[in-house]
């Protein structure tokens, strides 16, 4: 029996080659291929650098004629391949060169960045096989292809990627150059001067055992500054032709900085902002000062200092910061303890971490606390973002056990220093395990709550919202058969109505006019087994199928309905009949009539701390002469008036004088509540008056008028 071999570099070269050319193809034809957010949202910041990049075009350049909230030299890349862009000639969607030359640049970043994880896991896992793995890993993960197709934070990273392998490799002052030129990029490879700083004193330490600690911290010290000169000459070097030229939108830039607001933080979450990043201000103003969205009510001096003593505390705890998977953990606890401080916060921002995830933890370990942080910014954006932005306790959760996730890498990250607490593995194994089940079962209650309000957000904003609810205050308790005549129709009120009813498809504007009455007897047969049918027949094909069902079925009422168009107002959408094998089985009812014709069908109200939503759905069964203006009102049980709404109907876009006999008309009223309305009985009534003030009469079906025109509808 043979003893397994160790891998030649060869052998582990050829391997991570071949490795390193399907990450490259897949980047590649992602970027050709794909776009950040799919069907839900195509958009990212892609399309913000090519707004800010085309004013080129009237001569406006960044940091010369304008400000922006990066620092210049990736704003001068983004004219650059826009400026390049231009000589291609413009295809279908006018974004694609731009984004395809600028994303390339961004993804030969990312490559940059897998080359040095692999270099990094040379330096800190031993066995080859597990090397690999971390590879494997990082080359799988989302969060950094999303980010190389619309945001730059994949380059800021390549540079803190750099610097770290410099430092490893006992060149930190090569390390300075590079985290200098990442922080002309984004501010954040700035961070890598903590580590460097670190390094170089525990380096002084291990060469100077025999000095005086006098003579040592000379040492350290004259390191520490030969490395931030070097740091801030190199920044000097990149910025001065900005400084020089026009050194006022440099300024604003700093302001910038220090002046915006927070989002997507705990600190964000606790000033009650749940918005994304932004910056007000004038961009074309150099002594622009307000940057700020909203004004910042915390201590911002005090939880700075805060942080510092607690990145003081980890920085002087004793550690072999000789050793290159000390200096890793090290870094990675830099970036989460500087996360839970950052004022603002954006999915991308996900893969400063990430790098360090895998390569401390390339087991399952790792695996979870990525696909944590990846969940969390999928329910971020664009669930919460895009699909539902008023869902602030979303946002709130995410923001929460994101940060709780901040608080156990760094512990996590420190614990790789190779310092021992007390029982360590045990705490951080408790905890892992408690985040784990915590964040599963949290799950298990976000995901239908999200489906829950996405269907509620839908329905609300939907351009049949009318017709849902009237359709709504039709269903009975043994559900009708509802029939569509229009597959696209059925297909919308589908997720909405089908708990209320049966509905069914028959015939359809696509069969027709070939097959015009197919599937009709599908359709008449579970029909005959109930006592009524309601169809809502659009289109000539739908007045085929109208035609066969009124061959075998009675019509105890027939509405018309209409739909807003933008161009050309109201139209007739389709006609809505009631069916039932006999007249006495399902008579119509409405809930109030006048003697003029006038007839309110049914209503629907929504009632929210601040307001009560109102839906009303007359018709008239003749042409009306006079205008009607209706009234809607909350009163209190004793009859006071609490609040009310006035106006002609649908928002006087139907005057009754316009009003089609027999045609539905969907009339949304929104009255508002005061804030300090007490908890009570109230009571909700409608009615109409004519331009003297003077109320129109209504009566119930049994003939029972109503007291002074005024329709009960509801008590609460």
């Known amino acids: 029996m043979t003893s397994p071999t160790k891998p030649h ?23 050709l291929q794909l776009r950040p957010g799919g069907f839900i949202r195509d958009w990212s910041d892609f399309d913000t650098y090519l707004g800010i990049a085309s004013l080129s075009d009237y001569g406006l350049y960044p940091f010369l004629n304008f400000w922006l909230e990066w620092p210049p030299p990736i704003a001068w890349l983004i004219v650059g391949c826009y400026k390049l862009s231009l000589l291609l000639p413009m295809w279908e969607d006018h974004r694609f060169w731009f984004i395809t030359i600028i994303g390339f640049v961004f993804l030969i970043f990312e490559i940059g960045n897998f080359i040095l994880i692999y270099l990094l896991a040379q330096k800190i896992i031993p066995q080859h096989d597990k090397r690999l793995t971390a590879l494997w890993l990082y080359a799988g993960l989302f969060p950094p292809v999303y980010a190389m197709l619309g945001f730059f934070d994949g380059a800021a990273l390549f540079f803190i990627l750099l610097s770290l392998h410099l430092i490893i490799s ?59 000169c070097i740091f801030i000459i190199t920044v000097f070097i990149i910025i001065a032709p900005f400084a020089m030229i026009a050194p006022e939108w440099l300024y604003a830039f700093v302001r910038v900085v220090t002046g915006r607001s927070s989002w997507e933080t705990i600190w964000a ?6 918005g994304f990043g932004q910056v007000a201000g004038n961009r074309l103003d150099p002594f622009e000062t307000q940057f700020a969205i909203y004004p910042s009510s915390l201590p911002w001096d005090f939880i700075s200092i805060g942080f510092a003593m607690i990145y003081g505390f980890f920085f002087f705890r004793r550690a072999d910061y000789n050793c290159p998977r000390s200096l890793v953990a090290f870094m990675g606890m830099t970036i989460t303890l500087f996360l839970l401080y950052s004022k603002g916060y954006s999915p991308q921002f996900v893969v400063y971490v990430l790098p360090f995830i895998i390569l401390l933890f390339p087991n399952l370990i790792g695996v979870g606390y990525a696909l944590a942080l990846t969940i969390l910014n999928l329910f971020e954006q664009p669930i919460f973002f895009v699909m539902l932005p008023n869902e602030t306790w979303l946002l709130t959760t995410i923001v929460i056990v994101r940060s709780l996730i901040w608080i156990v890498l760094s512990f996590e990250f420190f614990n790789q220093t190779e310092i021992s607490f007390a029982n360590p593995m045990k705490l951080l194994t408790r905890f892992r395990y408690t985040l784990a089940t915590v ?81 009709i007897r599908q359709v008449k047969k579970p029909v005959l087994l109930h006592d009524s049918v309601l169809l809502f027949s659009t289109g000539e094909h739908g007045k085929v199928i109208q035609n066969e069902f009124d061959k075998s079925r009675h019509v105890i009422v027939r509405y018309e309905w209409q739909h807003e168009h933008q161009s050309f107002g109201f139209v007739n959408m389709g006609t809505m009949t009631l069916y039932a094998p006999d007249k006495s089985i399902f008579p119509a009812k409405s809930i109030a009539y006048s003697d003029n014709g006038i007839e309110l069908i049914s209503y629907h109200h929504h009632m929210t ?68 309305l007490p908890p009570g009985t109230y009571r909700l009534i409608t009615g109409m008056y004519d331009v003297n003030g003077n109320r129109l ?20």
């Open 9 to 31: 570099d060869s052998e582990c070269k050829r391997e991570f080659l071949l490795l390193l050319i399907l990450f490259m193809s897949f980047r590649f034809l992602t970027l």
């Open 170 to 228: 006992d060149k930190p002052y090569k390390a300075a150059v590079a985290g200098a030129i990442g922080f002309t990029v984004k501010l954040t490879p700035i961070l890598t001067v903590g580590v460097a700083t670190r390094y170089l004193a525990d380096k002084c330490m291990k060469e100077g055992q025999l000095f005086r600690k006098v003579a040592l911290l000379k040492n350290i010290i004259i390191a520490w500054t030969k490395y931030i």
């Open 269 to 274: 979450i606790m000033e009650g902002y749940y």
């Open 439 to 519: 964040f599963i079962i949290g799950l298990l209650f976000v995901i239908p709550m999200c489906f829950s309000a996405y269907h509620r957000v839908q329905r609300d904003v939907h351009q049949h919202l009318d017709l849902i609810t009237f359709l709504e205050t039709q269903a009975t308790k043994q559900r009708l058969n509802l029939v569509f005549t229009e597959q696209i129709l059925y297909q919308e009120l589908y997720p909405f109505l089908h708990d209320d009813y049966r509905l069914q498809l028959a015939g359809g504007n696509i069969l027709y006019p070939i097959e015009p009455t197919r599937n």
């Open 609 to 676: 701390e601040s307001m009560v939503d109102v839906f009303l759905f007359w018709q008239a069964t003749q042409s009306q002469t006079n205008t009607y203006t209706v009234f809607t009102q909350i009163l209190s049980e004793d009859g006071k008036f609490i609040s009310g709404h006035d106006g002609l109907p649908a928002n006087s876009s139907q005057p009754t004088t316009d009003w089609a006999t027999h045609t539905i008309v969907s009339d949304r009223h929104a009255i508002f509540l005061a804030n300090d």
């Open 697 to 716: 009469s209504f009566h119930d079906e049994a003939g029972q008028i109503f007291i002074d025109g005024a329709i009960e509808l509801s008590i609460r």
